[in-house]
């Protein structure tokens, strides 16, 4: 998969917790299946490219779908529901094997107004799993009941410390598509460097708005766009920021803010989709309109001016990172989940339905 999206990197955490816990048997099938020999040309041409990809992983679905007992099909949205989430819900329903969606997408709202194929896929899943109250919410309008576990992150797995004086380096991690409003980033960053010009902003990610923000950020001083950073080296981008800023139009709840709770970032966004429901402003972070820049960077000033104000957030940060946002209850709540699944499995084979073979499997569908 290009990138490092959240849910890659969710799905990714998911399955090293389930296998490390040994409760679960894990087998995971990814999108891209890797191609070798001289079939790996194919890889270059943008369209041929696509059908290869979403044939060889459609034949891996065949082959091994079918020694599961529970399907958890990762989900985002448009196109990507129906390349990917799709064929595994099919294949799961014609086998009369329980399936979990678990759809990511901020996008939700539109998606399922706009696709009423999307909706009935949707529906046909045994349960629907979302990470956000706001997701389930979305999923409610449209008459499907879904169940929220938020992500989570492994606090061991980053550096945490305290921030006591005035920022100087701010950190933005999303990629560079319209609904991330990058753009409005960089407007907000020109006010707070119009009055704190010493301020750095590093900029991590990548998309189809790269050569236009960059462009924009030309005659900004001490901007950064270091590219996409892979979850590795995501920490110590992490650990040498001092702020981060978000101005997403479009999210649900964002991997990179749970990521910057747990370095002990303060944390000022925007209030968009499902934000809320993890950042209380002026308790844990401080919020801004959706698309309101100048709100944004006064937000951010605010820390600036009172670094004890961004201390105090992010230590509550840190307690709710710990405490609502952790590995353990997190993959508690997908287990219960699984076993639920599977007393389904067992209610089909009670009525006479085909069961799968007697396997504890999970299969994940990462689109």
């Keep these: 998969m290009a990138g490092f999206g959240g849910q890659s990197i969710m799905a990714d955490r998911l399955v090293r917790g389930l296998r490390a816990r040994g409760r679960v048997e894990v087998d995971f099938v990814s999108i891209d299946q890797p191609i070798q020999g001289f079939w790996s040309i194919l890889q270059r041409v943008k369209y041929v490219r696509t059908l290869v990809t979403t044939a060889r992983y459609v034949t891996a679905l065949l082959r091994r779908l079918p020694r599961a007992d529970v399907v958890h099909v990762f989900s985002a949205s448009y196109w990507s529901f129906l390349l990917a989430p799709t064929p595994a819900i099919l294949l799961a329903r014609a086998l009369k094997t329980p399936v979990i969606l678990h759809y990511h997408s901020g996008e939700a709202k539109d998606h399922l107004s706009r696709s009423k194929v999307a909706t009935r896929i949707a529906g046909m899943a045994h349960v629907i799993a979302v990470p956000s109250a706001y997701l389930a919410q979305v999923f409610s309008a449209h008459g499907l009941p879904a169940v929220a576990i938020p992500n989570h992150v492994d606090p061991e797995e980053y550096r945490h410390r305290e921030r006591t004086t005035r920022p100087q380096v701010v950190l933005s991690n999303r990629n560079f598509e319209a609904l991330y409003n990058v753009g409005g980033l960089l407007d907000a960053f020109r006010t707070i460097q119009a009055r704190y010009p010493d301020t750095q902003l590093v900029v991590a990610g990548g998309g189809s708005q790269e050569a236009s923000l960059k462009s924009m950020a030309s005659d900004l001083d001490n901007v950064r766009f270091v590219g996409s950073v892979e979850p590795s080296e995501m920490v110590n981008l992490l650990d040498s920021a001092d702020l981060y800023l978000n101005a997403s139009l479009i999210d649900n709840m964002p991997m990179s803010i749970l990521e910057a709770f747990a370095c002990g970032l303060p944390v000022v966004s925007s209030d968009a989709g499902g934000i809320p429901h993890i950042v209380e402003h002026g308790r844990n972070g401080l919020l801004a309109s959706a698309g309101d820049v100048e709100a944004l960077a006064r937000e951010a000033m605010r820390v600036f001016e009172d670094p004890s104000l961004g201390a105090s957030l992010a230590s509550e940060a840190w307690s709710d990172c710990l405490e609502r ?14 076993e639920e699944a ?9 009525a ?14 990462l689109g």
């Design 352 to 365: 006479g339905e085909t069961p799968a073979p007697e396997t504890m499997d999970q299969e994940a569908s």
């Design 325 to 338: 946002y952790g590995a353990r209850p997190a993959l508690a709540a997908w287990e219960g989940l699984y």
């Design 342 to 350: 599977l007393r389904s499995r067992a209610s089909l084979r009670d």
